[in-house]
């Protein structure tokens, strides 16, 4: 698809650093609009059309409000600046957080166009869930035609591979969403590399990428079927204790 | 063993509840002493063994230090009194709470008497971890007759079966260990169900039984195999987007 990419102005005080523009197809007609695939969400799943936004461009979520966590929630390509320049141009001194933090934040950084087609499809992904509200058609071609065919009830968690209903976002009204989004190799964020998981799926993934993941949980089930024990009532164990 | 059990006094809010004892062998010489297995870890390992001795006997952990998570670090046995006489006698209103919290204390109850067994035995798997201290002949002689033979870097973790190391427990002194107590069956705190495990295998856990888990990663792991796709570039998918 090739897009319109006309500027457009935003309001985040980091607006200096990108320049948003125009994702409708080249040669469209009417306004501008560098969403023109989710206001449909945004009035039928208001929450689920925030949650992707947000977790499509900013930094980090709910969990990370700590005083010590850093700066929370900030856009993704900020991130991309070089340290010196993040403290003189917005006093984030990346030097003075810990260690751990400082390469959550590095992983996270995107760029603005990574995060714009993240956002686009997640959007595909969400209404090809079970449950999902119906794209209207002209939704629904964009969405094709940018991200390829879609089909009723056919997203599948990137981590465990089974079926995501789209009742499963309610949570998100609570902080506490049982669909996360989720991250193939967590240090990459772009379409090909973001999906959708359980919250359980993606908590269990934790840092690893979906191989080191699949590699580490076949290395537990070798374990255990070889009949290692550690001491506890499991399957395959055989206590000594009690 | 059979132990002295002779009373003892504590000093916790609840000593009502319980009636603490003796666990030396009956018949002992010297004083009675409710953890006498535990005080070379305290002078060499003290952080290790505070951890033991609140994982053992309390209900919850720093991750529970908000606000309406309910009181943190209750004595374990005192959740097994009937809602009403928790409010009347201690100011704990379970109804108030919200239900994944309620059912979160109440699957952290045990009984006095398997709380001090969870202690002995956590300290016996945690002398024979990898580069742990080595016990005291007392102490060895101790822990071997009550909880079965030890044997130097025999521990594994309860989820992954792998090995543990002593020195992961470093952790331990900024709140964050990378070993933590882990029960086979999270709503059981009994000896037989309890031991050590990597911090990201009891968070991959999560509140699953041991076999449930392990069905549970069988599963992904036999989807992933039959090449069952999300959209995302992992191994055995085929991705249509970009």
Redesign the interface.
Known sequence: MAFCKKPLSGRSRYESLIKRCCYLPSGHNGACDEFPYIHHLESVAPRVAAKIKRDATKTTGAAWKSVDAGPNRIDRWVMLLPDAELKKKYGIDIAAMKTAVQSKLREKAASYDDCM?VAG?LTW?AYQMKNAPKPPPEVFTYLSER???MEDAS????????FLDFNMFEGARRGRANIETAH??PRLHN?????FAHR??N??Q?GLS??QF?D??????A??RAG????????G?H????
Not at 239 to 242: A, L, M, V
């Open positions: 087609d499809k992904a991200f390829g065919n997203t599948r968690c990137i981590v465990c591979r089974d193939a190799n379409p090909d590399n973001v999906g359980e799926c908590i269990a934790g979906l191989e699949y580490w949980i076949a290395g537990i089930l374990r255990v290692v024990s550690a001491e506890v009532d499991a399957p164990s206590s000594s204790t009690s």
